[in-house]
């Protein structure tokens, strides 16, 4: 017996029971059920008949469809990078333009889904293009190394001192 059988046959039986008991709050407190669904439940049996108080039946649902086509992503994409200076509003506008409705906040949401929601990495994906083909690479698309080169080890260190107080048994610190 699935769930929903099993909440069908309770739903007809408390039903049945406040029928022979004669009193609806009664046959509703034994069974734990409010008389607002009773009285519900008692219409739809009313007009469909025994089927009419089984619980809906739910299929399970889809996912959320894509809210954008991919031919507007790829529009969107290729118009960031035609014009990697401008922001989500006027790509938004520019494809309202060419009748293309889409908000400017999905558009930068599918920017940055696509690692393109700053101008900044607009700009660097550009000039990584421009520096495969001409061999030119600026020092803000070279690889940033956070390493700081120190001769001897040590070198690097500094040394902050500060008076902690007075430790019982140490004195002074």
């Given amino acids: 017996m699935t769930l929903e059988d099993s909440i069908h046959s309770q739903r007809l039986?408390?039903?049945?029971?406040?029928?022979?008991?004669?009193?609806?709050?009664d046959a509703c407190r034994r069974h734990g059920m409010s008389r607002t669904l009773f009285y519900r439940l008692r219409h739809r049996?009313?007009?469909?008949?025994?089927?009419?108080?089984?619980?809906?039946?739910?299929q399970a649902r889809r996912g959320r469809p894509p809210a954008v086509p991919v031919q507007t992503e790829r529009r969107v994409i290729a118009m960031a990078l035609a014009w990697p200076t401008c922001g989500p509003q006027w790509y938004s506008d520019q494809l309202a333009r060419a009748g293309v409705a889409i908000a400017a906040t999905t558009?930068?949401?599918?920017l940055r889904r696509q690692q393109l929601g700053t101008r900044r990495a607009r700009l660097a994906v550009l000039e990584r293009a421009s520096a495969a083909t001409t061999g030119v690479l600026t020092e803000r698309t070279a690889k940033a190394v956070r390493h700081v080169e120190a001769a001897h080890p040590g070198d690097l260190l500094?040394?902050?001192?500060?008076?902690?107080?007075?430790?019982?048994?140490?004195?002074?610190?």
């Fill in 107 to 110: 558009v930068w949401r599918l």
């Fill in 158 to 173: 500094s040394v902050d001192t500060f008076y902690v107080g007075t430790l019982k048994g140490v004195g002074k610190v």
């Fill in 13 to 25: 039986r408390v039903l049945r029971d406040a029928e022979q008991l004669g009193n609806v709050s």
């Fill in 45 to 58: 049996l009313e007009l469909y008949g025994p089927d009419g108080v089984h619980p809906k039946r739910r």
